[in-house]
């Protein structure tokens, strides 16, 4: 037994290797032009990406963040405003409604999904209600069916939050490209990630594109005439040439995460306390995560710990849980469950099987 950790939750170490002289050469053309800001590369991932995706435009960002709240700012939402989301996610999501001086309001998730639960948000809707903002969790599309007719109904704007979820559809249409305004993040991690920082807004808006991006270079459409206060939310050229290096392999790399998801289920449906996820059209797994019952999801991380695998609890509080939120939400029972009992264990692109059986055993072993 051992406590250095021999699977980490990821290891971008066998990916780089495979893909090093192509990103080298795409940073050295970088280089040789010496276009940092905005430069070839930029413009050439926002097309392809587009491209890819489906959708009309692609506007490159600093980071998946800003493209939450420049996706806001666009539909003009801000302070008296309310956006309904889910209090199941990374403080992100939240915080960029904050930011705008809008109100976050949460729904309760779908024990099954993680995901907001669509049957939730009409009782949610207030007349100061302008949004929805659903997450993609994990990597799993949420029902964007049910969430466009309620949307439709009351009239309500659709930002998708697709951090986790590039190249995840919904009925095969990719997240991010259903509502009105779609964002993306590349940091590393990412299914698509780039070597820092870096996001994306996705949207077929004409009039919500051309404000994204005024907004992301200080509120200007033309240099040194700023027409509002905007932001400095440009995506690095040496990123976009390592995203357009990367952008080819996504579908394969997304498929493999299903087999390793598949290979997972196969070891650990019939575990007593463990719930697998399902394998649902267009889950792309940016995280395998299960949920173990009865209290014993933090003995577990140490059992695996000590046997150096690396995993991680996404999340352990709540959105409304959080410091800055605390006490002005009440609880929501199946989010307040699902973070004691969410497990992400080690996932990738290029997991072997002698990995997926050893932390499958692992889990089993200590279980058992």
């Not at 973070?339 to 990738?348: K, V, Y």
Request: hydrophobic share 40%.
């Amino acid at each position: 037994m051992t406590t250095q950790t021999q699977i980490p939750i990821l290891d971008l170490s066998p990916e780089i290797a495979e893909l090093r002289p192509e990103i080298l050469a795409a940073i050295g053309r970088v280089l040789d032009r010496t276009d940092f800001i905005m430069g070839e590369d930029v413009h050439a991932f926002e097309q392809e990406v587009a491209t890819y995706l489906g959708v009309k435009h692609a506007i490159g960002v600093n980071s998946g963040t800003d493209a939450l709240v420049i996706a806001l700012r666009a539909l003009n939402i801000g302070p008296g405003d309310e956006v309904i989301t889910t209090p199941f996610t990374f403080f992100a999501t939240a915080e960029s409604i904050s930011m705008v001086g809008a109100t976050p309001v949460f729904v309760d998730i779908d024990p099954t999904t993680m995901n907001i639960d669509p049957d939730l948000i009409e009782a949610a809707i207030t007349p100061r209600t302008r949004a929805i903002m659903p997450v993609h969790l994990y990597g799993n599309p949420t029902d964007m069916t049910r969430i466009q007719a309620v949307a439709q109904q009351h009239g309500l704007r659709v930002i998708e939050d697709c951090a986790q979820s590039f190249g995840a559809r919904w009925n095969g249409q990719h997240t991010g490209t259903i509502g009105d305004i779609g964002a993306y993040s590349f940091f590393p991690s990412k299914n698509l990630g780039a070597y820092g920082d870096g996001g994306l807004i996705a949207t077929n808006d004409d009039t919500l594109a051309d404000t994204a991006r005024m907004l992301r270079v200080h509120g200007s459409r033309k240099k040194y005439h700023n027409e509002t206060v905007g932001y400095n939310s440009r995506l690095d050229t040496i990123q976009a040439a390592i995203l357009r290096v990367k952008l080819p392999h996504i579908e394969r790399w997304n498929t493999h995460r299903r087999a390793v998801a598949q290979a997972y289920n196969d070891a650990l449906q019939n575990v007593p306390g463990i719930v697998t996820p399902t394998i649902t059209d267009g889950h792309v797994f940016h995280q395998y995560t299960i949920r173990v019952q009865n209290g014993r999801r933090d003995a577990l991380q140490q059992h695996l710990a000590a046997h150096g695998i690396g995993t991680m609890v996404y999340y352990p509080i709540p959105q409304d849980q959080l410091p800055i939120y605390k006490g002005q939400y009440p609880t929501y029972p199946h989010s307040a469950q699902a973070a004691q009992e969410a497990l992400s264990l080690p996932m990738g692109h290029v997991m072997d099987t002698t990995l997926i059986d050893h932390v499958s055993r692992s889990v089993q072993n200590y279980v058992r």
